[in-house]
């Protein structure tokens, strides 16, 4: 068993635990690397602890824990976030600390009502909250949205150590743990920040704003290496790296053509569709047929697109798995208020129509005035109404953003 226990200063030390084998997190993230469940003990006059673990490694953690303090000497455990990633491991621990306090927001306070189902003592810690451990203060910093609304970060004044749980942290597992010994892991940190974090960049600036003016030696984030060397290095691409997503992205005007077809006349329809929506320019188009497209390069191209053309034939009343698949990829947290636009052949009743508007209005997409629906093919004046169509389309694409 794992049992190692790593310096973070004279009072704060790693007790995380390490999940090398894990492939999927969350079950849409790929975890090719692993990833790692950071806790922390803070040895302070009152002894405190810092996230949990997920709920089946904490055995490991709590040898872990027991090689650093006797449980029962906790006075508080502070919870950052409230995903069972971090939070799952606290009834067990609340069993084996009676007399420690959870410090955590106001929303994470409501969600581990829910989640523990028992009554547990508790502070909620507002923006600015100091928590007295005697010879050492915790302040609270409010960094909601990172990536659920109850997110917090805590900082440890007197060691300059800045708890951040899953903001500028990745699924990377590396027993060395220090961020200037795990070789290089950028690959893992952007796609973590591409998948969790990215879509929340506004808020992730926000939390940034307020951090940039703190002394920060060290960064304990909640998943991979810590921090230790260099964290404001970290914290500074983080912050360009939210500043072109919300700034320079957004203006590439693409737009993402995204059908299936039986028998070629909805590809007939996306096709002139294209015609249409290049006759303006600064527009780029991405047309696809997705009958056989992987959810990852489907989930790539809708992440990336500012506006959707969606076609579907209705086939026994119902349109195509694979729309459905594209809106299961697709969040009001990013795609909200991207241009969408419905398309597809029919036979007699057309039902597809009205299933691809109720995904687009569920996922909060802003739903072009008009469809296009065309009983079996398209005639010739059908097809130069498709044209002008996409060309009305893509103008107001641009204009809508
Ligand atoms: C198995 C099957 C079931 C169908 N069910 C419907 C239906 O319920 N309602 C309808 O309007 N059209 C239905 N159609 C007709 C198709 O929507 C129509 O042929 C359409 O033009 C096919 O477009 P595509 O060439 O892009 O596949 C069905 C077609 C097939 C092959
Ligand atoms: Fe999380
Ligand atoms: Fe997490």
Redesign the pocket.
């Known amino acids: 068993m794992d049992t190692n226990v790593l310096r973070i200063s004279n009072t704060v030390q790693w007790i995380g635990v390490l999940d090398k084998a894990i492939r999927t997190f969350d079950i849409i993230m790929e975890t090719q690397y692993g990833t790692t469940y950071n806790s922390y003990f803070i040895n302070a006059d009152k002894k405190a602890v810092v996230e949990v673990v997920k709920e089946q490694f904490f055995q490991v953690f709590e040898a872990k824990l027991r090689q650093v303090c006797n449980p029962k000497e906790l006075a508080y455990i502070f919870i950052n976030h409230t995903e069972p990633d971090h939070s799952g491991g606290l009834k067990k621990l609340l069993e084996i600390a009676p007399f420690a306090t959870v410090v955590a927001s106001n929303s994470a306070i409501m969600n581990l009502k829910e989640q523990l189902n028992i009554p547990f003592p508790y502070i909620i810690a507002q923006d600015g909250y100091i928590t007295d451990l005697g010879n050492k203060k915790i302040a609270t910093i409010s960094a909601p949205n990172l990536h659920w609304p109850d997110s917090i970060y805590s900082y440890l004044q007197e060691d300059k150590i800045l708890f951040s749980c899953d903001s500028f942290g990745a699924h990377f597992c590396h027993e060395s743990m220090y961020n200037d010994q795990v070789g290089n892991y950028d690959a893992a940190f952007l796609y973590y920040f591409d998948v969790i974090l990215k879509p929340f960049s506004k808020f992730f600036l926000k939390a940034i704003d307020k951090i940039s003016s703190l002394p920060i030696d060290a960064i304990c984030t909640g998943h991979g290496p810590l921090l230790t060397s260099n964290p404001m290095e970290i914290v500074k691409k983080t912050k360009k790296m939210c500043e072109e997503y919300l700034n320079n992205y957004p203006k590439k005007n693409r737009i993402l053509i995204a059908?299936?077809?039986?028998?070629?006349?909805?590809?007939?329809?996306a096709e002139k569709l294209k015609e249409g929506v290049e006759k303006i320019p600064n527009v780029t188009v991405d047309i696809c047929d997705i009958e056989k497209m992987d959810f990852e390069t489907l989930g790539e191209k809708i992440a990336l697109a500012d506006a959707y053309l969606l076609?579907?034939?209705?086939?026994?009343?119902?349109m195509l798995p694979q729309l459905y698949y594209a809106f299961a990829l697709m969040t009001p947290l990013r795609e909200k208020g991207k241009l969408a636009a419905a398309f597809?052949?029919?036979?007699?009743?057309?039902?597809?129509k009205q299933c691809l508007i109720t995904n687009i209005d569920n996922l909060k997409l802003n739903r072009y005035c008009d469809s296009m629906f065309?009983?079996?093919?398209p005639s010739q004046a059908e097809v130069d109404n498709i044209i002008k169509f996409g060309e009305n389309f893509a103008k107001a694409a641009i204009i809508s953003k």
Do not use: L
């Open positions: 059908y299936v077809s039986a028998y070629g006349f909805t590809k007939k329809i076609g579907t034939p209705t086939i026994n009343q119902n597809g052949a029919y036979g007699w009743s057309g039902e597809a065309i009983k079996f093919a």
